[in-house]
């Protein structure tokens, strides 16, 4: 099994630009999150997903849209990016209820210029 | 607000050395967990509890519910074991994890 996979692993992006982060786990996981990492911050959820086409907002998500037409499958987007989404994001997915463990991707460091 | 506090933020041992690392947290729980962060960035869920203690290894968490609590304990600690831990805290009545800053130990041979 790979787990928790993440596309890309770095990017770097112009002001305005738009782009989607792919989040793919191969567990039969329902539950899938989007957590962005900032220094001297803790982990913070954009968005998360409780099963195939659902989702459900987070405690930052403003400015990033999701999508989760495949169970396997998380994308973040970013229609307009802007510097303060230079982060590093991490894609996590649990297996049926939200407070068990999570299993996490190896991250996406995304740079806005 | 910060619903989770660790302490400390920074941690330098010795090898061999006991450590401790704590966590508080001020809202209600369905479960508490310990997280690692290695220096490459990946993190991996090392435990998961709702009361009590467990061990893995050299590793041992508790956690006291009443004291809204949590202790990371590492015995004969080695330098493999320098990395950020992460405590975070599932809110009982959402799907919420509410995340720490994080300890960053090292762990000197």
């Known amino acids: 099994n790979a787990g ?3 596309t890309p692993k770095f990017r770097v992006l112009k002001t305005g630009q738009s ?5 793919a786990q191969d567990m039969n996981h329902e539950y899938m999150y989007w957590y962005r990492q900032d220094p001297g911050m803790g982990l913070r959820l954009i968005h998360y997903s409780v099963g195939e086409g659902t989702t459900a907002k987070g405690e930052v998500p403003d400015g990033y849209n999701v999508s989760r037409l495949k169970k396997q499958n998380f994308l973040l ?8 989404q230079t ?14 463990t999570q299993y996490f991707g190896p991250g996406t460091r995304l740079l806005v210029l | 607000k910060n619903e989770v506090e660790q302490s ?3 941690l330098t041992a010795q090898e061999g050395e006991f450590i401790t690392i704590n966590c ?5 729980i369905s479960a508490l967990h310990w997280l690692q962060q290695h220096p490459g960035g ?7 509890l709702s009361s009590g203690k467990k061990k893995h290894g050299r590793l041992i968490a508790t956690i006291n519910i009443q004291e809204k609590h949590s202790s990371l304990h590492i015995t004969a600690s080695h330098p493999r074991d320098s990395a950020v831990y992460i405590c975070a805290a599932h809110e009982i009545t959402g799907n919420q994890f509410y995340f720490g800053t994080g300890t960053s130990l090292t762990v000197i041979p």
């Open chain 1, 4 to 6: 928790v996979t993440q």
């Open chain 1, 19 to 23: 782009m989607t982060l792919l989040c």
């Open chain 1, 77 to 84: 987007g970013l229609e307009s990016a802007a510097p303060s």
């Open chain 1, 87 to 100: 982060s590093v994001y991490f894609c996590a997915s649990s297996y049926r209820t939200s407070w068990e």
């Open chain 2, 8 to 10: 400390p933020q920074n």
């Open chain 2, 24 to 28: 508080s947290y001020s809202v209600g």
């Open chain 2, 42 to 48: 990946g993190i991996v869920s090392l435990f998961m």
